[in-house]
C-alpha cells in the first residue's frame, strides 16, 4: 500500500493547522446558525402527484381506518370458524358470492359458506377464509373442505394497518413513493408541503473553461458546477447555475451580492484557500459573515461558511473531491435543516479494510472506498487507490467513504473501519 502522504506534493490542504475546527465542532456550528424555514409562508399546497421528494408542512392524520372494512385476504370461501371440521371432511352449502366491489348482502348461516375474492367485504355471519386451492368442488351449490384452516384465518380486520385518529405522517417528512400510496390510501388529494430551497451555484477561477469550448494551454474544465448541480438535484432544490466568476474582487462582489438577494443558500467553489488568486473569503468578509474558516478534514479543510444578507453561505475548496466531501459532510445536512427536513444521520458502518490506511492525527479523513460484501455477508471496503483530492475519478469508483476519526494514525487489513455509504446524498 502506498503512503499517500509523502507521494503527494506538499499543499495547503495537506499542513497541519490548529486554528481548523474539527469536523463535528463545524457540523453543530452550522447546525446552530441555519434555522428551518419560516411557517406559515413557505409552504404550499400541492396535488398528491405533485408531492414526491417534497417536505411535508403538516402531519397527516388518518380519518379513516385502513383497510375501512374487514375483507379477505384470499380468493376462496368465507364461513364461520364453528363450521370448521375437527378432523375428517365437511360439506357447506354455498350461500352466494362477494366481490371486491360486490359485497354479498345476505349473510353466511350455519352450515354455509360464500365464495369470496381477495380484498371483498367478509359476509355478516363469517368469520374465516378457506382458500380456494384448499376447497373440493362437490357441485356448483357445494364445496367439501377439510380441517387445515385454523378460525380467522386469511381475513383482514378494519383498520388493521391504519387506524382512525392515527397521525401517519409528521411534518419534515421528505415525502416517499410509499408515502405518496399512504396518502392516497387515506383518501387525501392534497397535501401541504415545504417550499422548495433556492440554491445559486458558481466557479471561481481564471483557468477555467466551459465545458464543449477547447481547452486554452493552463485551462482546465468547470467540472464542479456539474457535480454540484447534480448533488443539489438530489437534494430536490431549486437550482439556479451562475457560471464561473472570474478571480477578480469586483467581479466576484457583484456575484455573490446578486445570488445572495434571491437565494436561501449561495455555493461557491474554489479560491477559499490562501493564495493570492483566493479571494472569496476577503470579498464575504466586506460583504457578509464568516461564521468559520477551515475544518480539521481532509480533503476539503479551507471550507468557509457564513452568511450573505439572509443566504446561508458556503465557499467550497476548489478541489473536485473536496467539493464532494464537504457538501457530503456540512452543506447536504444544512440544506435538510433549512428545508425543514427531520433526518436521520447519515448511515455510519463497520467494515473490514482490505486496505492498510495511513492519516496523520489531528484531522479527520475521508477516503475512498469501494463497500462489498463476501460471502459470508461480512462488509469488506477497500480504498480506491490513489487519494489525491484532485482526482475525481476516485469518487466516481467509490461508494462510500471510509471515515479515519482525528486520532487515528494507521489501519492494519483484516481490522474494522467506519464506513459512510454514498446512497444518501449521492
Ligand atoms: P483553488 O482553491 O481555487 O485554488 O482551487 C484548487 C484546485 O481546484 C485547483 O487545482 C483548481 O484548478 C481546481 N478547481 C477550482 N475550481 C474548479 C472547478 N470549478 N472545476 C474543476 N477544478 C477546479
Ligand atoms: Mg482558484
Redesign the pocket.
Known amino acids: 500500500m502506498t503512503d499517500n502522504l509523502h507521494l503527494t506534493a506538499p499543499s495547503c490542504s495537506d499542513d497541519h493547522d490548529p486554528a481548523a475546527l474539527q469536523a463535528d465542532v463545524a457540523r453543530q456550528r452550522i447546525f446552530d446558525a441555519v434555522a428551518p424555514q419560516g411557517a406559515a409562508g413557505a409552504s404550499e399546497r400541492l396535488n398528491l402527484l405533485q408531492a414526491l421528494d417534497r417536505v411535508l408542512a403538516e402531519d397527516i392524520v388518518a380519518a379513516i381506518d385502513v383497510p375501512p372494512y374487514v375483507n379477505s385476504a384470499m380468493d376462496g370461501y368465507a364461513l364461520h370458524a364453528h363450521d370448521l371440521p375437527d378432523g375428517g371432511m365437511r360439506e357447506l352449502r354455498i350461500a352466494g358470492a362477494s366481490f371486491a366491489g360486490h359485497p354479498f348482502n345476505g349473510v353466511c348461516g350455519s352450515g354455509e359458506c360464500v365464495r369470496i375474492m381477495t380484498g371483498a367485504v367478509m359476509p355478516s355471519g363469517a368469520d374465516t377464509v378457506i382458500p380456494k386451492e384448499h376447497a373440493e368442488c362437490v357441485d356448483a351449490t357445494a364445496i367439501r373442505i377439510d380441517g387445515r384452516t385454523r378460525a380467522g384465518e386469511n381475513v383482514r380486520a378494519a383498520g388493521e394497518d391504519i387506524r382512525r385518529g392515527q397521525t401517519v405522517l409528521t411534518g419534515g417528512r421528505r415525502i416517499t413513493s410509499a408515502d405518496l400510496g399512504l396518502i392516497a390510501s387515506l383518501g387525501i388529494a392534497q397535501v401541504a408541503v415545504k417550499r422548495r430551497l433556492r440554491v445559486a451555484v458558481f466557479?471561481?477561477?481564471d483557468?477555467?473553461c466551459a465545458v464543449g469550448a477547447s481547452l486554452q494551454p493552463g485551462q482546465?474544465?468547470?467540472?464542479?458546477?456539474y457535480t454540484l448541480h447534480g448533488l443539489l438535484t438530489r437534494q430536490h432544490c431549486e437550482v439556479s447555475d451562475l457560471g464561473?466568476v472570474r478571480?477578480d474582487p469586483s467581479a466576484l462582489r457583484g456575484a455573490l451580492q446578486s445570488a445572495a438577494r434571491e437565494h436561501d443558500v449561495v455555493i461557491t467553489?474554489?479560491?477559499?484557500?490562501v493564495?493570492e488568486?483566493?479571494l472569496v473569503r476577503q470579498v464575504l468578509g466586506e460583504l457578509g459573515d464568516i461564521a468559520f474558516w477551515k475544518v480539521a478534514i481532509k480533503p476539503g479543510r479551507?471550507l468557509i461558511f457564513g452568511h450573505l444578507g439572509r443566504a446561508v453561505f458556503f465557499g467550497l475548496?476548489?478541489?473536485?473531491v473536496?467539493?464532494m466531501v464537504t457538501f457530503s459532510q456540512f452543506v447536504q445536512p444544512a440544506l435538510q435543516r433549512l428545508a425543514g427536513e427531520t433526518a436521520e444521520p447519515p448511515l455510519i458502518l463497520r467494515a473490514v479494510s482490505g486496505s492498510a490506511l495511513k492519516k496523520r492525527a489531528g484531522r479527520t479523513e475521508y477516503q475512498r472506498g469501494i463497500l462489498t460484501q463476501d460471502r459470508d455477508g461480512k462488509l469488506v471496503v477497500c480504498k480506491t487507490g490513489e487519494q489525491g483530492s484532485?482526482m475525481?475519478s476516485s469518487m466516481s469508483r467509490a461508494n462510500c467513504f471510509i471515515v479515519m476519526p482525528s486520532e487515528q494514525t494507521r489501519v492494519e487489513p483484516g481490522t474494522e473501519v467506519m464506513v459512510q455509504p454514498f446512497a444518501s446524498w449521492m
Open positions: 466557479s471561481t477561477g483557468e477555467l482546465i474544465h468547470d467540472s464542479n458546477r464561473v478571480d467553489s474554489g479560491g477559499v484557500s493564495g488568486a483566493d479551507p475548496p476548489g478541489n473536485p473536496a467539493v484532485g475525481l
